[in-house]
């Protein structure tokens, strides 16, 4: 079974408005970490937001939230006030355990439009 | 000042070649990795490793083999390259053992094998 599940095809958002990215987990472990990065163009891979399974609250950095949904396991990224430099591959991660590696979704394309 | 370095950044090499890619992390950190982008974008773990022990060893061919000579460095050496093997490989390394840090990747090296 897939462990981080990305099924939206690539997304498309005007500039300055809001977008959720999608995406789902699957564990058993207790203590597991679910993370964000950013693909541009460009190639790197930029780490944008963390939420671990035992916070309370949903993660916010800036113009990213994390909108956590422990019983549904979804962790869905929210961009708002959406910028051009926005448009990038974003990728869902999840951490479970000790010493683990980091398992990632597919991956959503963000395109986002003047 | 840069956290994570990977060398080179491209490699274009005829099959049946040997090559390497080095890395180097100025973090701290004791456990780095290697990962392996395909053409789809999917990324995947290949090893990791955790103060110069290996840990994860994902069914990767025995062509390639990782090489820690300290915990600040993690190299990866490919021998009889073949066309498959084209790919983005992405160093990166985190904290031991702390499933709510994030990986920090290095900016990848685009592999192309002719």
């Known amino acids: 079974a897939q462990k981080i599940t990305q099924t939206q095809p690539g997304m498309f958002v005007q500039e300055k408005e809001a977008v959720t990215l999608d995406c789902t987990y699957d564990t058993s472990d207790p203590s597991y970490g679910l993370f964000w990065y950013k693909q541009p163009s460009s190639g790197e891979m930029i780490f944008l937001i963390y939420?671990?399974?035992?916070?309370?609250q949903n993660a916010t950095e800036g113009r990213y939230s994390l909108n956590f949904q422990k019983a549904r396991k979804s962790a869905n990224l929210v961009i708002s006030a959406s910028q051009l430099g926005d448009s990038a591959m974003y990728f869902c991660a999840m951490r479970e355990g000790a010493n683990s590696k980091l398992t990632f979704g597919k991956g959503i394309t963000l395109s986002v439009r003047p | 000042d840069t956290a994570v370095s990977q060398t080179p950044k491209y490699l274009v090499t005829q099959m049946g070649n040997d090559k390497s890619i080095k890395c180097e992390q100025n973090?701290?950190?004791?456990?780095m990795y290697w990962y392996k982008q395909d053409s789809k974008k999917f990324l995947k773990i290949m090893f990791s490793?955790?103060?110069?022990?290996?840990?994860i060893n994902e069914t990767v061919p025995n062509r390639f083999s990782p090489k820690s000579p300290d915990k600040a460095h993690l190299n990866l050496h490919i021998n009889s390259l073949e066309l498959g093997d084209s790919a983005v490989y992405f160093c990166?390394?985190?904290?031991?053992?702390?499933?709510?840090?994030?990986?920090?990747f290095g900016n990848g090296t685009r592999l192309t094998v002719t």
């Open positions: 990166a390394s985190s904290p031991r053992g702390s499933y709510n840090s994030p990986l920090h």
């Open positions: 939420q671990g399974s035992y916070d309370q």
């Open positions: 973090l701290g950190h004791d456990t």
């Open positions: 490793y955790n103060n110069k022990e290996l840990i």
